[in-house]
């Protein structure tokens, strides 16, 4: 389908840009540089939308710059939101004029979509603020990464452009740090692991990810693995994300034979070990369902101010009943 001529769209502003140096990098990325305030793939949909331009000609992502380039970077003024602001009460554990981080409750979507138009993190958010950056798009303002909605814990959040871009750069760059907690099913042959495993979409059941073989099918993808506690049965481990992709923990923990307790898509038919009496496995069942989902939490989350320069970390407990779990099975370990 032909894109919309820039001329016919509303401009904001115009940004030129001249190479002097950088010459065989990709456009998108050169001008991610040059235009910190912009993430490369806000800069990626200008592209796709005709509106970076060289001598009046619209290139693509993958165009390699040439010394003396005279770039033009149309920017539109930002979309009205069409998500309604929402009093749905938030733990902020932090905010400035740039960020706000957040420990999402588990059950909460990060951001509208289709199924979940209402009741979003972005929802809440736009009920405390309307300083919320646009890279994301009208539908995820602000939103620099996501938890999975049955996930709990910390998120940071962009009031601007500049915070924004400069946030993803960090994750993008692997120099934002991310831990969750998490307890697997299984004894651990390991204290600790590198997860090396690239993940793209099912072949069949096209909700769920997998570690796919295939490399042109999936995209790279680390978690490093850390024993934290041995539960006779079970293992708290600390996840660390070296990338970010969709399921990323369950998918690799289930992959290497130790999936997440409660997960509802990805930890199988398990049942206790046989130590375990009939009264306990339905108090078992019973923790486990109060859990709402898996046995996850993003409980670290550090990082670099986008503005200040000022290293930053946060921490939030796991929610209670992920903790009255975990010390219903302390009570019952030989």
Not at 150 to 174: E, P
Request: aromatic share 4%.
């Amino acid at each position: 389908m032909p894109h919309e001529p820039a001329a016919m769209t509303e401009i904001e502003r115009i940004e030129s840009v001249k190479v002097t140096d950088g010459a065989g990098e990709r456009i998108d990325a050169y001008l991610a540089a040059q235009l910190p305030e912009m993430s490369r793939s806000a800069i990626g949909r200008l592209i796709d939308e005709g509106r970076v331009t060289i001598d009046g000609k619209p290139v693509k992502a993958k165009y390699k710059v040439k010394t003396g380039d005279e770039i033009t970077v149309e920017i539109p003024p930002p979309v009205p939101s069409d998500i309604t602001p929402e009093e749905i009460p938030l733990d902020v554990i932090y905010e400035d004029s740039d960020i706000i981080v957040v420990n999402k409750p588990r059950g909460m979507t990060t951001h509208p979509a289709p199924g979940a138009p209402a009741g979003t993190l972005v929802n809440a958010l736009l009920a405390r603020t309307t300083d919320l950056s646009g890279v994301g798009g009208v539908q995820r303002p602000g939103i620099v990464h996501r938890l999975d909605k049955d996930t709990s814990g910390l998120l940071v959040v962009a009031k601007n452009d500049a915070a924004h871009a400069g946030l993803q750069s960090q994750i993008q760059k692997r120099m934002a740090g991310r831990k969750y907690l998490a307890l697997v099913w299984g004894d651990t042959r390991f204290e600790k692991a590198v997860v090396d495993a690239p993940i793209g979409r099912h072949p069949v059941d096209r909700k769920k990810m997998a570690v796919i073989a295939d490399e042109t099918k999936a995209r790279p993808a680390v978690t490093d693995l850390t024993v934290l506690e041995r539960l006779n049965g079970f293992t708290l481990i600390e996840a660390s994300l070296k990338t970010g992709r969709t399921h990323q923990i369950r998918v690799h923990c289930a992959y290497i034979g130790h999936p997440v307790v409660g997960d509802p898509v990805y930890g199988g038919k398990r049942q206790l070990p046989g130590r375990f009496g009939v009264a306990d496995r339905a108090e078992f069942q019973r923790l486990v369902d109060n859990l709402g989902g898996q046995a996850l939490h993003a409980y670290k989350l550090s990082f670099t101010h986008p503005r200040t320069g000022e290293p930053m970390e946060f921490e939030a407990p796991m929610p209670p009943e992920m903790a009255a779990l975990i010390d219903w099975i302390r009570g019952r370990a030989v």
